[in-house]
């Protein structure tokens, strides 16, 4: 028997049951002046709030998916229809950009006892070794694999990151999932290769040269870019290609003082993360020429393309300077002046947002400013739901703000009109506590419909509420869902020499299936003498990076 294949495309529930009432009309016409024939009923299948659609086959193969069977013009689903929304993804595909993770509300404790990540056991409270250990915690049955131990590594073993500075907005896996960069307590580049099939990481090259954390291509598969000091004595951006782990190719990509003369010979200015566009040609950093993070000198937002050069936003005089492929030049539409907190390229190459660190007479220092690069316009998104760390995708910025009566808002805006900020979780715990967030959507798309990555930073260690302390996927193509993949098992005591770990910092990879987060796993990695199980929170207690494979 044959039947109509459907495809399914994202509409609105009332959209669906006008789709499959005007379809049972136009059947039932058809066959007015003939023999009525047996119909099969139209299925609507439920797999989220906002994705929905219409067969003839039923919904099998659809996880806890709910149907209404459609079988005249008067039809309607049932009133008091619920739909489970503990799945949404069919049994046979869970993984990007919809997953198989919980979605339910429900608070989730730790196990008893909190699982020891080491295959040698915590005996003396403490797992010094565990590189390559895979285990699955009970709480959320996601296997959790342990990256780094109190043998890994170079020269630093007491702690490691997934970002040399403190920011979850870098690119930490390269484009064939084999590669990825981790950052030591001593701000060294490691790089490893993994084996998704394995789950083995094995650390391959020091990248010693870089001076912060460097980004994988989206493009190339084996490119990694940095920022780092070239032969001259002048800030660079360098591409390494790993394809040979062990021994990378490595080239100079542009001389940065040519972009901003006053550059050449600082060898000690404070430089930010560079950040590259999804289509690899267009780059963007902070630099300073004093050293320290929003310092007097680091008012320099650069901006460097492959064909089209350099542009250089200065946020001391408010002047925009270099030929960008004849992009104008001039003073940009904000009078605010200010020293720089950060600067994050978006994936489309076309704008990037700037982040104060203090004025330099007048500025909102909260605010997010957002360039449009080749003109001189910038946009501030400085509404009451702009708090929080953000994170960039093509043309939207998402970020955590409590905003609207709720302590966990994640809200999702246009760059081209910050203001109009959407509230994207489409439920909320039934009690919230106050937490921040770092933001990760390295997987984001070009129409800004894929999830975005957060790992929460714990106020405290043991949960109180659903979400605490969790690692969440949201969802950001109007289904409302939000994805509850781990707990973090971050103590939020990490000290300020362990920032990222003290706040879970996390990373994405490029393809959305892996995730990568800091922790101290409540004490359970031993001491930072790298000898001794035992430690006290917030002293002398090791940092790791695990990992996870979103599904």
């Known amino acids: 028997m044959t039947s109509t294949r459907w495809t399914p495309r994202r509409v609105g529930l009332v959209d669906s049951i006008q789709m499959a009432t005007a379809i049972s009309a136009y059947t039932h016409g058809r066959t007015a002046n003939r023999k009525q024939q047996p119909r099969a009923p139209y299925y609507l299948c439920f797999l989220s709030a906002s994705l929905v659609f219409l067969t003839q086959v039923g919904c099998a193969g659809i996880t806890e998916a709910h149907n209404v069977a459609l079988t005249s013009i008067n039809s309607k689903p049932p009133a008091a229809a619920t739909f489970s929304r503990k799945s949404v993804q069919s049994s046979t595909a869970c993984g990007p950009p919809h997953y198989c993770a919980r979605t339910d509300l429900d608070f989730q404790p730790y196990p008893n006892p909190i699982p020891c990540p080491s295959a040698s056991g915590c005996a003396g409270a403490g797992g010094l070794t565990g590189t390559n250990f895979t285990f699955t915690p009970a709480d959320f049955n996601t296997p959790v694999t342990r990256i780094t131990d109190s043998r890994s590594g170079r020269n630093r073993h007491d702690a490691f990151f997934v970002n040399c500075g403190g920011s979850a907005e870098t690119n930490f896996m390269n484009l064939k999932d084999d590669r990825f960069y981790l950052c030591s307590a001593g701000a060294e580049v490691l790089v490893w ?61 542009v001389n940065l003082a040519s972009c901003v003369p006053g550059l050449s010979g600082i060898t000690n200015g404070y430089v930010d993360d560079v950040t590259v566009s999804g289509d690899d040609q267009t780059f963007a950093a902070l630099l300073s020429t004093t050293p320290g993070q929003g310092s007097s000198g680091a008012v320099y ?34 009078s605010d002046k200010f020293a720089l907190h950060n600067v994050r390229l978006s994936k489309g190459g076309v704008w990037v947002r700037v982040g104060p660190q203090s004025c330099i ?24 739901s702009s708090c929080g760390h953000t994170a960039n995708g093509y043309g939207s910025l998402v970020n955590q703000c409590g905003l609207g009566g709720h302590a966990q808002n994640l809200f999702i805006r246009p760059a081209a009109n910050p203001a109009n900020a959407i509230s994207l979780p489409s439920a909320f715990p039934a009690g919230e506590s106050s937490w921040d967030t770092h933001s990760s959507w ?58 990222n770990a003290q706040h879970a910092i996390g990373n994405v990879s490029a393809d959305g299936k892996w995730y990568v987060w800091s922790t101290d796993w409540n004490g359970m990695l031993g001491n930072t003498n790298n000898s001794s199980a035992a430690c006290t929170l917030g002293a002398d207690c090791r940092a790791d990076v695990f990992l996870i494979q979103l599904q």
């Open 442 to 499: 390295n997987n984001d798309n070009v129409a800004d419909t894929a999830p975005f990555l957060v790992s929460q930073d714990p106020n405290q260690f043991d949960p109180v509420n659903a979400w605490d302390n969790e690692i969440l996927g949201v969802a950001t193509d109007g289904s409302g869902l939000v994805y509850r993949f781990a707990h973090t098992y971050a103590t939020g005591k990490g000290g300020a020499s362990y920032f």
């Open 193 to 253: 290769q993994w084996n998704s099939s394995t789950r083995r990481a094995t650390y391959s090259y020091a990248l010693t040269t870089a001076l912060s954390s460097p980004f994988w291509s989206f493009v190339q598969p084996y490119v990694l870019y940095d920022l780092e000091i070239n032969g001259s004595g002048n800030m660079a951006i360098y591409s390494h290609d790993f394809a040979s782990p062990a021994k990378p190719a490595n080239s100079q990509l």
């Open 361 to 384: 007479g007048s500025c909102d220092a909260n605010a997010n400013y957002l360039w449009n690069i080749t003109a001189l316009t910038v946009t501030l998104a400085r509404d009451a």
């Open 301 to 334: 937002v650069v901006v460097w393309n492959r064909s089209k050069g350099c542009r250089v936003w200065n946020t001391r005089t408010g002047v925009v300077a270099g030929n960008y492929g004849g992009a104008p030049t001039g003073t940009v539409s904000t």
